[in-house]
C-alpha cells in the first residue's frame, strides 16, 4: 500500500484517538471472592457473584470511577491471589486479624460480624465450652476455625475442616459433626432460609467483635486509599445504610 502524507496523518489520529479512549476508559480490577457465603456473597442462576459485599464494592467502584470484576476464588490460595498479581483485591467477608496485616493491607472496616454456633434444634449445646469432646465443623483458615482452635488445640481431631462453609452445614445437617462454627450474619441467614434443616444458633460470650475489611497486597497504599474514600462517602450519602438494610433489614 502507498504511503501518502495524507494516511500517514490518519494513521497516527487514530492512534492518539485509541491511546486517547484507553487512557480515559475505567480501570478494571479484578476482585477475589469466595461467593459461597450468603447473604455476603453467592452465585446467582448466571454464575455470577452477587450479594451485600458485592454491592458495597460496586458502590465503592462507582465512587471512585474505576470498574470491578468479580472472580469466584476457593478461599484456600484467596489471600496468595494478591501477591501473584491474578488479583487485585478480595472482599469475601474478610475479618481484618493480626496476621493476615502481616501479609496483607486493608481497607477500613465496612461491617461488624462475630462467630455463632450451629448445632441440631435438640442439641444440649448451649455456649461454646459444650463443643469440648464435639465434632465441630468450620471452613479451613477462617476465624471461625481459630475459635475451634483455641477451644479443642490446634491438631484436635475434632476440628472437622471444609473447604467450604456450605460444605460444613451440609456435614452436620448429614448428623457427621455436631456444630459448625461460622460468621454470625452467614450462620443466621441459613437457619432462617432453610428450616427443614432444623438447626439454631448458639451464641457464646467469649466471641469477640470481628470486622470485615478489603484486603489488597501488602504496599498497594494507593489502592487501600482509594477504596477508604469509597467506603467514606458511601457511608456519607445513605448508599451504605441502603445496601445494608437490603440484606439486613433494620
Ligand atoms: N470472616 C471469616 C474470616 O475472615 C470467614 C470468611 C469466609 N468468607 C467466605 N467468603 N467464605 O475468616
Redo the contacts with the bound molecule.
Sequence with gaps: MKRTPFSFLATALLAGLMFNTSAQAAKTYQVA??A??AP??SLNEKKEAVGFDMDIMQAIAAKGGFQVKFINTP?EGIFASLNTGDRDMVI????ITPERKQSMDFSEPYFE?KQLIAVGQSSKVTKLADLKGKKVGV?T????DEVAQKLLGKTSPNIKRFE??PLAIKELQNGGIDAVI??NGVVINFVANNPSAKLKTIDDATFAK?Y?GIAVKKGNKALVEQLNKGIAAIKADGTYDKIYKKYFGK
Excluded: K
Design positions: 471472592t469466595d459461597a457465603y455476603f456473597e478461599w469475601s467477608a474478610v475479618t460480624a471452613q483458615g477462617t476465624t471461625g467450604s462453609t461460622a460468621d470481628e470485615y
